[in-house]
């Protein structure tokens, strides 16, 4: 049996848990999964996730997994998988899974494939994931008994993908023991830094710097591409992290998700980090002089060069 | 405060890959080596909790004798000593082996806070540090962009998805996965690369029995998901046919 841990606060559900589901139905019949919804406030997270071809959804309630905390929620899933007993957890690749799964994998000492992008059937499952920050994928299988842990990289399906059951599955409670004392981490609410400015997941066009703008003095380049062509101007973490631009303009996991007609990436090399928040553009040019780099692998066009000779050249094109 | 700070070895950003003949790994002797990033700025986080609060700052490192290399780098930023788990074996080690590898180094020596990058840039599993916690028996926190270290607990700063962050608190000792960006890097002055060459490193052997729990079965340059048309030319040429395609296939200018 498959088992997929959704992930939700509060009652919303993160969607990167579907993309989880269809990861699920590459693997196995519908009969053989099972979805479990850990936290509070689940009943309505657990009657949206039963609308999909799955065996049954699984709500974990208890007081203490409230607030997220990786100790509440090792805890609580070690219970929880003792009970269910399955052959695979599978998780979406997102921070939450990140901060617990592999305390989660490590307490019961099994395998943790993560980022996993694919699923490859052979004489055994082999999991695809990145490997030196894309340059090289591998195949890995998971080594020793069973259950084996298995992250899924954000974008590695699409949510459309999931296959509907023909009637909603069953909804079952499923109770564990969690000794809230024993939780060490007091987590405060969530806040955002600053109120976002620019809001970047509406701009039409987008031009995007990354290291290969070598110097803050070399941004104006880029900014006056965005100007003749109409786009905001956005960065890959790198950049920001230096203050070359400021952090509202980060696209990527830990900015901002932005899917414009036109995303031109200037001196970007691709890491997953930047793609999972850029991918969902409709067209996408890299200028790179690395011919290699992984952000060539979601281009539409590409210029293989130094983007201080093609940026200039595309700006008198545009003007011409 | 006595700090660990776990660091890497990792080919460095120039490096282009090249596998070795069973296609199941590097070819290690192409390529140049550096310290992983996001160690780096918890290396650098170390160096100021010790100079706010004193202590000690000791370095970590799984890997095979070119692994010295990034050891004698941290010691010439300011680390005070280190310890070197050595075996070839650990190379291309999974998640589960180096952090059996370090906790084993690490369990004696009763440290206040132990840091280490939130992934690193080879494999990036993002899993070492938060499984040394559980082999250390310690709290943790992931993604960490602030740290407060005062009276004995930790208040620090864990970055979520899409610009939110949240604190949390928790007792010493603990283990955090740092960001990158959370700090300015410093870099070694000559006077550390003198200081360097004195301290004192310390070898220690990798546990025996820690086995694997990934296989890499094949590794492979990427498959393209998606038809990239290169546009060949002189970068005048390469930008006018390229706007002249954004202009009538794409139609998004």
């Given at each position: 049996?498959?088992?997929?841990i959704?992930?939700?606060?509060?009652?919303?559900?993160?969607?990167?848990?579907?993309?989880?589901?269809?990861?699920?139905?590459?693997?196995?019949a519908?009969?053989?999964?099972?979805?479990?919804?850990?936290?509070?406030?689940?009943?309505?997270?657990?009657?949206?996730?039963?609308?999909?071809?799955?065996k049954?959804?699984?709500?974990?309630?208890?007081?203490?997994?409230?607030?997220?905390?990786?100790?509440?929620?090792?805890?609580?899933?070690?219970?929880?998988?003792?009970?269910?007993?399955?052959?695979?957890?599978?998780?979406?690749?997102?921070?939450?899974?990140?901060?617990?799964?592999?305390?989660?994998?490590?307490?019961?000492?099994?395998?943790?494939?993560?980022?996993?992008?694919?699923?490859?059937?052979?004489?055994?499952l082999?999991?695809?994931?990145?490997?030196?920050?894309?340059?090289?994928?591998?195949?890995?299988?998971?080594?020793?008994?069973?259950?084996?842990?298995?992250?899924?990289q954000?974008?590695?399906?699409?949510?459309?993908?999931?296959?509907?059951?023909?009637?909603?599955?069953?909804?079952?409670?499923?109770?564990?023991?969690?000794?809230?004392?024993?939780?060490?981490?007091?987590?405060?609410?969530?806040?955002?830094?600053?109120?976002?400015?620019?809001?970047?997941?509406?701009?039409?066009r987008?031009?995007?710097?990354?290291?290969?703008?070598?110097?803050?003095?070399?941004?104006?380049?880029?900014?006056?591409?965005?100007?003749a062509?109409?786009?905001?101007?956005?960065?890959?973490?790198?950049?920001?992290?230096?203050?070359?631009?400021p952090?509202?303009?980060?696209?990527?996991?830990?900015?901002?998700?932005?899917?414009?007609?036109?995303?031109?990436?200037?001196?970007?090399s691709?890491?997953?980090?930047?793609?999972?928040?850029?991918?969902?553009?409709?067209?996408?040019?890299?200028?790179?002089?690395?011919?290699?780099?992984?952000?060539?692998e979601?281009?539409?066009?590409?210029?293989?060069?130094?983007?201080?000779?093609?940026?200039?050249?595309?700006?008198?094109?545009?003007?011409? | 405060?006595?700090?660990?700070?776990?660091?890497?070895?990792?080919?460095?950003?120039?490096?282009?890959?090249?596998?070795?003949?069973?296609?199941?790994?590097?070819?290690?002797?192409?390529?140049?080596?550096?310290?992983?990033?996001?160690?780096?700025y918890?290396?650098?986080?170390?160096?100021?909790?010790?100079?706010?609060?004193?202590?000690?700052?000791?370095?970590?490192?799984?890997?095979?004798?070119?692994?010295?290399?990034?050891?004698?780098?941290?010691?010439?930023?300011?680390?005070?000593?280190?310890?070197?788990?050595?075996?070839?074996?650990?190379?291309?080690?999974?998640?589960?082996?180096?952090?059996?590898?370090?906790?084993?180094?690490?369990?004696?020596?009763?440290?206040?806070?132990?840091?280490?990058?939130l992934?690193s840039?080879?494999?990036?599993?993002?899993?070492?540090?938060?499984?040394?916690?559980?082999?250390?028996?310690?709290?943790?926190?992931?993604?960490?962009?602030?740290?407060?270290?005062?009276?004995?607990?930790?208040?620090?700063?864990?970055?979520?998805?899409?610009?939110?962050?949240?604190?949390?608190?928790?007792?010493?000792?603990?283990?955090?996965?740092i960001?990158?960006?959370?700090?300015?890097?410093?870099?070694?002055?000559?006077?550390?690369?003198?200081?360097?060459?004195?301290?004192?490193?310390?070898k220690?052997?990798?546990?025996?029995?820690?086995?694997?729990?990934?296989?890499?079965?094949?590794?492979?340059?990427?498959?393209?998901?998606?038809?990239?048309?290169i546009?060949?030319?002189?970068?005048?040429?390469a930008?006018?046919?390229?706007v002249?395609?954004?202009?009538?296939?794409?139609?998004?200018?």
């Amino acid at each position: 049996m498959i088992l997929v841990i959704a992930e939700q606060q509060t009652g919303k559900l993160n969607r990167a848990t579907w993309e989880t589901i269809v990861g699920a139905q590459q693997m196995a019949a519908a009969a053989d999964i099972v979805v479990l919804v850990p936290g509070t406030n689940t009943s309505g997270v657990a009657g949206e996730l039963a609308g999909a071809g799955v065996k049954e959804v699984v709500t974990l309630e208890h007081a203490a997994l409230e607030a997220y905390t990786p100790d509440g929620f090792t805890a609580a899933l070690q219970d929880a998988i003792g009970q269910l007993k399955p052959d695979y957890v599978l998780l979406p690749h997102t921070y939450q899974t990140r901060d617990f799964a592999p305390k989660l994998a490590a307490r019961l000492d099994r395998a943790l494939i993560t980022d996993v992008t694919a699923v490859k059937k052979g004489s055994e499952l082999a999991f695809v994931r990145p490997m030196f920050q894309g340059k090289l994928t591998a195949d890995v299988v998971p080594q020793g008994t069973g259950p084996h842990f298995v992250t899924f990289q954000i974008g590695a399906y699409r949510v459309d993908q999931v296959a509907k059951g023909s009637a909603p599955a069953g909804v079952r409670a499923l109770t564990v023991n969690v000794d809230a004392a024993a939780i060490r981490q007091k987590p405060e609410a969530p806040f955002q830094q600053a109120k976002q400015a620019v809001d970047l997941s509406q701009a039409e066009r987008i031009v995007s710097v990354g290291r290969g703008i070598k110097e803050q003095a070399n941004i104006h380049v880029a900014e006056e591409l965005a100007r003749a062509i109409g786009a905001e101007i956005a960065a890959s973490r790198p950049i920001c992290d230096a203050g070359w631009l400021p952090m509202e303009r980060q696209v990527g996991s830990s900015g901002q998700t932005v899917a414009p007609k036109l995303y031109l990436a200037l001196g970007i090399s691709g890491a997953i980090q930047h793609l999972v928040g850029m991918k969902g553009a409709n067209t996408i040019v890299a200028i790179n002089k690395d011919a290699d780099a992984p952000i060539f692998e979601v281009a539409d066009y590409g210029i293989v060069g130094d983007l201080f000779e093609v940026v200039p050249a595309i700006i008198e094109a545009v003007k011409s | 405060m006595k700090i660990a700070v776990c660091i890497k070895q990792v080919p460095n950003r120039e490096w282009q890959p090249r596998l070795d003949d069973a296609k199941t790994w590097i070819r290690e002797a192409d390529a140049a080596f550096e310290m992983n990033e996001p160690d780096a700025y918890a290396l650098e986080e170390a160096l100021r909790l010790k100079e706010l609060h004193g202590g000690e700052v000791v370095v970590c490192s799984a890997g095979p004798s070119r692994v010295a290399q990034v050891i004698r780098e941290a010691l010439a930023r300011g680390a005070d000593r280190a310890i070197h788990v050595e075996d070839d074996g650990l190379a291309s080690a999974d998640a589960f082996v180096t952090s059996n590898a370090l906790a084993g180094a690490m369990k004696d020596e009763q440290f206040d806070l132990v840091l280490t990058g939130l992934q690193s840039d080879d494999q990036g599993f993002a899993q070492v540090g938060v499984i040394l916690a559980e082999k250390l028996g310690l709290p943790h926190a992931t993604i960490i962009m602030e740290v407060k270290a005062e009276g004995g607990t930790l208040r620090v700063k864990r970055e979520l998805e899409g610009g939110w962050f949240q604190w949390v608190a928790m007792p010493l000792p603990a283990v955090l996965t740092i960001q990158s960006g959370i700090n300015q890097l410093r870099y070694a002055t000559l006077k550390g690369i003198m200081a360097a060459k004195k301290k004192e490193i310390k070898k220690a052997a990798a546990p025996a029995g820690s086995t694997p729990k990934q296989k890499i079965v094949a590794m492979y340059t990427p498959e393209k998901g998606k038809k990239t048309q290169i546009i060949a030319g002189t970068p005048a040429e390469a930008a006018k046919e390229l706007v002249r395609k954004l202009r009538e296939e794409a139609r998004v200018l």
